[in-house]
């Protein structure tokens, strides 16, 4: 997933937009980037459930891009599941979570628990065919999600372990300088400096847009120290979990 600004290293962004990015702040869909661990529920035809995929990254291009038994290839999309960064290449493949497997290597039955737990929130979800969102779960379809609590990145403002999908975070009104630069037209340094004060004032570690099917991010800490994200994370409201709706 591309960044909509260059970078003037790993972790600091520069006052200069890439290419196509201003068309994708402007007018494509916002949400809430989640500090967790990225997957995807992908519908069972033949199960009529859903299945846990975590995004794997085959740093060390072990697969030759060939994903082995219990991996597959990313959904099809605008993003490429390969992506160069400033040191090194990010290959993404999906590693599918059995519901009995354990957490990992050397886990035990507490760390089983986890994905029992994790699976319970996906099949309360699964109620008469359709998700509380009031999408039809009877077809194949994708959802983005974000693993979140204590076991994956320590998500801010989450005790308990859960799931957080990226439709839920969407931000649905965005700050008054997206709309004043429709009107007025802004340089690609006044863009930046607009999200640093942004980030300065919201607790977030970032934004994800959607646009014409490509997705991009905007990270809040490379924007310097001032920002409240670099200042401290627990500031950080809760994402919008799984089943909160109810």
Known sequence: ???CFESADETTYVPRLVENA?????????????????GLLIFNEHEQRYDLYRRY????????????PGYIHLPTSKNPSVYKGRQRTHRYFLKFQ???APFGKGSNGGEAAIWRELYSQIDREFIEGKSLDGLDWSM????????????FSATPGVDKI????????????KPSFISDGLKEGLTDEQVYEHFKEYFCTVA????????QGMYWRILASHFG???LWNRDKNLTPQPVLMGSHE
């Open 1 to 3: 997933m591309p960044h």
């Open 22 to 38: 201003r068309e994708a702040i402007f007018h494509g869909r916002w949400f809430t980037k989640v500090d967790g661990g990225s």
């Open 57 to 68: 990254d085959d740093k060390k291009n072990k697969f030759q891009g060939i994903p082995p």
């Open 98 to 100: 059995p519901r009995t």
């Open 140 to 151: 194949p379809m994708y959802h983005s999600l974000d693993l979140v609590g204590k076991n």
């Open 162 to 173: 859960g799931i957080a999908l990226l439709a839920d975070q969407e931000i649905l009104e």
């Open 204 to 211: 977030c570690q970032g934004i994800i847009i959607e646009y």
């Open 225 to 227: 120290s001032n920002v």
